[in-house]
C-alpha cells in the first residue's frame, strides 16, 4: 500500500481533489488568514508565491502522503486542506492535518472533509491507525476530531509559546475498528 494514486472523494457539501500548481494562489491566501496561522504553523516561516506553486504543483508526486484540497461541493471553491502524511507501513499508521480557511468554516466543511479522508485511510487504504496533534486552545478543531471519533491519548504540556501564551498539544487518534463501528451504527 502507498498513496501514489490520488482520488477525488465527494461528499454531501464537500469534494476533496488532488492539488494543481493553480490552487497555490487561493491556499495562499488561506494560509495568511490569522486563525490559520495561529494554530497551524511558525509565523516566521516565509511562504513566496514560487515557494507554494513549487508545493502544491508537487503534491500529486508524492508516494508517501496524500494531500487533498478542501472544495465546497456547491461552488467549486477551495477552502482548505486535507493531508495523510508520516506513513509508517509497519505499523500501517499515519499522522493527519488540515486547515479550513474562513470561507470554509462554520458550515460542516471540515468535519466532513475530516470524515471522508479518515473514512478512505481505513477503508480503502487498509490503515489501522491515524492519529493527530492539535492545539489545546483551538477548541473548533477539537470538537470536529471528536466528533469524527478520534480519542484523545494524552496531553503535552506547554509544548509551545504562541500569541503569548504557553500553550498545550493535545495528541488523538481513532483505530480501524472504532471507525467501523462508529459508521456501521450510522448507515
Sequence with gaps: MDFTDKPTLTGERTVL???TEADAEAMGEIIQDPEVVRFTFDPSVELTPERLRSWYGSRSAQPDRLDLAV????TGELVGEVVLNAWDPD???CTFRTLIGPRGRGRGLGTEATRLIVGHGFERLGLRRIQLEAYGNNPRALRVYEKVGFVVEGVRREVTFRDGEWVD?????ILDREWATLNATVR
Design 17 to 19: 481533489r488532488p492539488f
Design 71 to 74: 472544495t465546497d461541493r456547491a
Design 91 to 93: 505499523a500501517r499508521s
Design 169 to 173: 498539544e493535545v495528541i488523538m487518534a
